[in-house]
Nanobody, 115 residues
Framework: QVQFVESGGGLVQPGGSLRLSCAASVTLFRIQTMGWYRQALGKQRELVAGITPIGVTTYADSVKGRFTITRDNAKNTVTLQMSSLKTEDTAVYYC?????????WGQGTQVTVSS
C-alpha cells in the first residue's frame, strides 16, 4: 500500500530554517525519483525539489541555494532542509514520486513563514 507521511513543518520567522521529512512506502523506493512539492493557499501544487535514486537533484528557481533535498534509500525517507525561509515559502509541503506523482498524496506538512 502506497503511503507518504510528511512531518517537520511549523511556524518560523523569515530567515529561519526547517527540516522536513517524508517516510515513503512505495514499490521499489530505491529506484524511484522522488520530489517535494508544495501548495500555497489558492495556488496550484508545484515542484520544489527532486532527487534521483543516485542523488542527482533538481530545484525550482525560487528555492535554489536555500533548500537541499536528500534521501536515505535504506530507510525509505526523503528530507528537505530549508533555510533562509521567506514568507512566500508558506505552503503545505508534500512528497511524492517525480516527475509523475502518484494519484495518492499524503496529508502534507504545513510550513508557515511569518514574523
Amino acid at each position: 500500500q502506497v503511503q507518504f507521511v510528511e512531518s517537520g513543518g511549523g511556524l518560523v520567522q523569515p530567515g529561519g530554517s526547517l527540516r522536513l521529512s517524508c517516510a515513503a512506502s512505495v514499490t521499489l523506493f530505491r529506484i524511484q525519483t522522488m520530489g517535494w512539492y508544495r501548495q500555497a493557499l489558492g495556488k496550484q501544487r508545484e515542484l520544489v525539489a527532486g532527487i534521483t535514486p543516485i542523488g542527482v537533484t533538481t530545484y525550482a528557481d525560487s528555492v535554489k541555494g536555500r533548500f537541499t533535498i536528500t534521501r536515505d534509500n535504506a530507510k525509505n525517507t526523503v528530507t528537505l532542509q530549508m533555510s533562509s525561509l521567506k514568507t512566500e515559502d508558506t505552503a503545505v509541503y508534500y512528497c511524492n514520486q517525480y516527475p509523475n506523482p502518484l494519484a495518492y498524496w499524503g496529508q502534507g506538512t504545513q510550513v508557515t513563514v511569518s514574523s
